[in-house]
């Protein structure tokens, strides 16, 4: 069983997100935004996995990537970007930023499970 972090603001997408996970055997913890995510992570708590969100008020997803591509700690943590933008600039920006896998709100549960397996698949190496 796999730890799965979600960062969303958006309340109802997080508990979607949440079934899945459950449904696929995976432990979830969810943050409402970037920097509660953030600080657990400064106080040492690392999950297998992070589920990010692109839009969000004050601190972007891009820029929580940023940050944890630029932690030790966190460099190879898979990151799965999920968001209602699908234009193919902002999905290449994710991925060039260290993103490992992209999929687009509304989400369905084959197409998490696939992107997160390509992620796991990437950093694995």
């Known amino acids: 069983m796999k730890k799965v972090w979600i960062v969303d ?38 999950p297998d996995l992070v589920i990010l969100d692109i839009n969000m008020p004050e601190v972007s997803g891009l820029d929580m990537l940023e940050f944890l591509r630029r932690r030790k700690e966190t460099k190879d943590l898979p990151v799965v970007m999920l968001s209602t933008e699908a234009a193919d600039v902002q999905v290449d920006r994710a991925l060039a930023m260290g993103a490992d896998a992209y999929v687009t709100k509304p989400v369905s549960i084959e197409e998490l499970e696939s992107a997160m397996q390509r992620a796991f698949k990437v950093r694995a190496k």
């Open 9 to 46: 603001d958006d309340e109802e997408m997080i508990r979607a997100v949440q079934l899945m996970l459950r449904l696929l055997k995976h432990e979830s913890r969810f943050f409402l935004g970037p920097r509660p995510a953030a600080r657990a992570i400064l106080a040492g708590e690392i």
